[in-house]
């Protein structure tokens, strides 16, 4: 059977008539529509289209900071969008409905054709039609060889062509005829089962996607230079992971940051582009394990054991201590500030809690403002080169009650001045202080001071694993093999009938169909006829007589013949 | 010579290229007009000569009895040549190719310029991807028009090609220029080069798809006259259109869907995760899925099919244009 016989088969009768009312019936109904051609077709569209609002409405998975400016610039829109999930798109039952039709449909549609496709490997291809000249491409000519002879070689021939053949033995004999037989081969069964294999793949990726996604993970971690951390969920900044997530199975390696490099183009159109990431890492792999070290870069992973370390997005973490009025170090060391723009302008705070008995019994604040090539000009204080070749730190002030202790989580990045005043210099203006690495500030009011040591450069990791990946990307190979398969083999038979003819020449009448585009027939059908020729003895495979000048013996009607040499037959 | 001086020089002889595909796409409309003019004359004077008889509106096309077989493999579709010989069409067809051969030349060498600019394969950015794109489907184009099928798409293949360099070598122009790290990678290599490969068939089968429409309907109607009765028969518009998308499909389902996993994964740790660009890649993989099941199914065989085809570069379109310039996803590394 063809896959346009099995597409026919397929196919549901006209939905004219309604469906019937037995539950069964409905059934078998709903069953012979979802499986059908076109709806694969409508379905293949609605998904197509169903995945378009995903890549213009924000996601929460993917941007969520873009969803939360969604949602205050379009409050009452993002009502509408909760509600039809577009905010999360991927995951919304209607999207999920379509996919899984798609998937169901697709299954339907593959197991039957399976089996009609195994049926129809082991059948025998179908003999010699009556009249051979009504196939596309029809050669007749008369040889000297013997009808068996001729068969032998054909067979031979065929078969070396990897064509399958029809029982040896299937000689016809009709009475009142001189002897004779025919030999049908088929060859290009590969292609259904390369479609048949397409589909099936397509199968295995969508499930092990799914599958994989139950177990994979995905974390975050920002590291400074010259910290580290332990690969265990509460190192974590961020982590999302699938519902059958174990975190007992995290590879317990630990990472210390000696290095974060980083390089932006200096000159030309992309000036200030970056150039260079790279991460010297000093790497264990479980504890007691030796220390290895190790350079991550962009598009260089570090791999433990099927989970990625992957460089995500770098920073500037300057170095602030600050003391009280009698020199004691209230706090110290590198604080991730967040850039800002391209240019690694950068904000951030350093939190200082001082606790009543301490200090002037306050908690200070300090907010920053990091510029690795500080200009400074009438749109104020900014960067315009995200590598430091003028480092500046620009602070105010605060003091009072941070608000550490009340239980909410906060953001150390930004400081809740809700409890807070801010420094005031002596006349009244806000403290204000720009400071080099290496220079210190007095603060206000005998609260003691702050020096800017310098900087050290910060990177967010990436920790994930992508579990079931391998199977994905078998199928998806699985599926392209499939395909080629698929769209190139050409499904073809050809057929060689004998008859001997009165005197000494053999009748020999070669044709060819073929059930899929491309290629080309004639040169086959002729390479064939050249090739079996040549197989027979001596001389007598030479064309004693060409062409079809009148119907063969089997030929009862004159049918129209094509050209005098046999090129085209008519249809 | 220095970067930006090859830069520059590319860009010249792109522009080059240009003004010789603009002749090129003169020679091809003179070529049509001829040919429609002939036709009319043709059709005019069988009318007379046969007045009466119920096939002589047909005239023009007599001999296409053979085109709808089943192997389409015949470079020369039949229609019968118009009684008016159409010297002046043959010859406007030899020097549009010629031009075409000479703009494909300067463009490829245009191309290979703005490589050795920037010392990696020129297709880092919109405008060496739309220039790059451009000498694909040009070289697609030029191997097609040895068939009259392939001819048929000359104007409009041509149009297209120097519309996008057009644009490419005004709007879209970046001086050379270092890569991102995260396009620093062999993966860039093997994955937009197949995208551009691909982009470049499914144009041009885009345009093919386009004059299916046309002849399928004009032959409905029975047309004498008119732009369609320079066409080749529908169904060889069709196999045409189909064989260039079933090239080009394997392409971008390795190139941009498993390539592109592929490096994801390397580059940002997950093989799939829903980047507008990688959405609307699924979604013109998926449209490209619609269009080859359409030609199997009973019913949508021919215009319908074409109108999926037409639809399915749309896609294609919107994800390369759309997505570079509409969106901020990770992948915005268009460069505008
Ligand atoms: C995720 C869903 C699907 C995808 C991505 C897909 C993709 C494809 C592709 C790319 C081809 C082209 C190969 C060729 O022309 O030989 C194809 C062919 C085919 N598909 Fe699907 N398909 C899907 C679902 C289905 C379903 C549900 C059915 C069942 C109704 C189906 C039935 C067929 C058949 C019969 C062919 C062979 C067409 C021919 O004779 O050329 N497909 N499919």
Known sequence: ?571 | MDAAALGEWSRFVVAGAIAAYIVAWLAFCAETAYRLRDRRVAAASTASAVAGAPTAPRLARVGGTAADGDNGDDPVPPHAEPVVADDQAERMAGIGYSVTVLATLLLGAGVVLRALSVSRPPWGNMYEFSITAALVASIAFLALARTKAGRAAAVWVVLIVFVTLSLAVTVLYLPPGPLVPALRSYWLVVHVGAAVLAFGLFTVAAVVSALQIVAERAEGKGATSGFATSLPASSTLDRLAYRLIAIAFPVWTVGPLILGAIWAEASWGRYWGWDPKEVWALITWLAYAAFLHARATAGWKGSKASVVSLIAYGTVLFSYFGVNIVFNGLHSYGGL
């Open chain 1, 1 to 571: 059977m063809t896959t346009r016989d099995v597409e026919a088969a397929a196919r549901t009768p006209e939905p004219d008539r309604p469906p019937a009312l037995s539950a069964r019936e409905t059934a078998a109904w709903v069953w012979r529509q979802l499986t059908s051609m076109r709806v694969a077709l409508i379905l293949l569209f609605m998904l197509a289209v169903a995945a378009i609002p995903g890549s213009v409405v924000p996601q929460n998975d993917i941007n969520p900071l873009a969803v939360g400016d969604f949602r205050v610039r379009n409050p009452a829109l993002s009502e509408w969008y909760d509600r039809l999930g577009l905010f999360d798109v991927y995951s919304a039952p209607w999207f999920a409905a379509i996919y899984i039709a798609l998937l169901v449909s697709l299954v339907g549609c593959i197991l039957p054709r399976s089996i009609q496709h195994w049926r129809a490997m082991r059948a025998a291809p179908p003999p010699a039609p009556r009249r051979l000249s009504r196939m596309p491409v029809y050669r007749r000519f008369e040889v000297t060889a013997g009808p068996d002879d001729v068969l032998d070689a054909a067979r031979a021939e065929l078969r070396s062509r990897r064509y399958r053949l029809d029982r040896v033995g299937s000689v016809e004999q009709i009475p009142a005829h001189p002897p004779g037989g025919s030999v049908a081969g088929e060859a290009g069964q590969l292609r259904e089962t390369g479609n048949l294999v397409f589909h099936l793949a397509v199968v295995v990726v969508l499930v092990a996607v799914a599958v994989g996604s139950l177990f994979g993970y995905r974390a975050t971690v920002l590291v400074p230079e010259g910290s580290g951390f332990a690969n265990s969920v509460i190192q974590y900044d961020g982590l999302s992971s699938g519902a059958l997530f174990d975190a007992r199975d995290l590879p317990p390696f630990s990472l210390e940051l000696d290095e974060f490099e980083m390089q932006f183009v200096e000159s030309g159109p992309q000036l200030g582009t970056p150039d260079r990431f790279e991460a010297t890492v000093r790497f264990t792999a479980e504890p007691g394990a030796p220390e290895q070290t190790r350079t991550i870069r962009v598009n260089e992973p570090l791999e433990v054991d099927g989970t990625l370390v992957h460089i995500l997005n770098p920073g500037y973490a300057p170095a602030i201590t600050v003391r009280d009025a009698d020199g004691t170090v209230l706090a110290e060391g590198p604080v991730p500030f967040l850039p800002q723009d391209n240019s690694f302008t950068s904000t951030g705070v350093r939190k200082v809690p001082v606790g009543p008995e301490a200090g002037m019994g306050e908690d200070i604040g300090i907010q920053g403002l990091f510029l690795p090539t500080a200009v400074v000009d009438d749109r104020g204080p900014r960067s315009i080169f995200p590598e430091p070749r003028n480092p500046a730190l620009f602070i105010t002030a605060f003091h009072g009650d941070l608000g550490l202790d009340d239980g909410q989580p906060q953001s150390v990045y930004r400081l809740d001045t809700s409890g807070m005043e801010q420094f005031r210099t002596d006349d009244g203006e806000a403290f204000r202080a720009a400071l080099a690495v290496g220079e210190t500030v007095q603060l206000p009011e005998g609260f003691g001071s702050v020096r800017f040591d310098g900087y050290v450069t910060w990177v967010n990791l990436q920790i994930g694993r992508n579990a079931g990946k391998e199977f994905v990307l078998g199928g998806a190979l699985m599926a392209l093999a499939g395909l080629l398969a698929s769209l190139y083999v050409r499904r073809r038979r050809a057929w060689v009938r004998v008859a001997a003819n009165v005197g000494t020449a053999t009748v020999v009448e070669v044709a060819g169909l073929q059930r899929s585009e491309g290629g080309d027939l004639e040169a086959e059908v002729d390479a064939i006829t050249a090739g079996f020729l040549s197989r027979l003895p001596a001389d007598t495979g030479r064309v004693v007589r060409h062409g079809p000048p009148r119907p063969g013996p089997r030929d009862g009607t004159a049918d129209r013949v094509g050209d005098m040499d046999g090129r085209r037959s008519a249809r």
